[in-house]
């Protein structure tokens, strides 16, 4: 029988600590817009304390997520035990987004250490936490990273200004049409 908390305790943060995948999900206002979930690897996510944690968005082809919670703040997180005991925590909170663009972005990018881009840091004020068996998750082998997306991320090749610019191309809105990354005027 699964269990609801207010807070994370011990347990639950060893629990997520050892995962090393996570599912983030949000769903726009709108009745007939897109419920996104995605799958988050490498050492993103962060507990600061037991109702704010914090994730590592290194960006990807959509911008569903940071709309979503730029429009409305819901975002719940999902994690599942592949091995050990069967378990799955799901984090239910208010999200919001410190993109590149954000006075805060280098604060919050430095607990990230090994990162030097990220499309933003999505922060979750936690107010319900819930586990459960998690007996239908298959067990997995972790065999590593892929690295691909950090490896395009990074590219010495591209300067911070290039690669920003084209995140604010490709991003600029969600497949529903809300506002993703935007410039700001002392942005240019």
């Known amino acids: 029988m699964g269990k609801t908390y207010d807070k994370l305790n ?8 050892a995962q090393k995948m996570f599912f983030v999900a949000t769903a726009p206002l ?7 979930m995605s799958p988050k690897g490498y ?3 962060k507990i600061i304390d037991a109702n ?10 959509g911008i569903e997520t940071q709309a979503h919670v730029q429009e409305n703040g819901r975002i719940t997180i999902m994690f599942c035990a592949y091995d050990g005991p069967a378990n ?5 909170g208010t999200g919001e987004v410190v993109d590149f663009g954000h006075m805060d972005y ?13 499309r933003a840091v999505i922060t979750i004020k936690v107010h319900r936490v819930t586990d459960s068996c998690g007996w239908g998750v298959p067990f997995y082998e972790f065999k590593g990273e892929r690295d691909q997306l950090q490896r ?21 809105e ?13 942005q240019g």
């Open 10 to 17: 011990d347990n639950l943060i060893a629990f997520i600590e």
């Open 30 to 36: 709108c009745e007939d817009g897109h419920v996104n």
């Open 43 to 45: 050492d993103s996510f």
């Open 52 to 61: 704010t944690v914090a994730y590592l968005d290194l960006g990807g082809s």
């Open 88 to 92: 799955i925590v799901r984090l239910y």
């Open 106 to 118: 280098a604060k919050m990018l430095s607990m990230f250490p090994g990162f030097e881009r990220a």
């Open 152 to 172: 395009y991320v990074e590219n010495p090749n591209r300067t911070d200004q290039e690669w920003m610019d084209r995140r604010y191309q490709a991003n600029a």
């Open 174 to 186: 969600s497949i529903d049409g809300l506002p993703g990354l935007t410039r700001t005027e002392k």
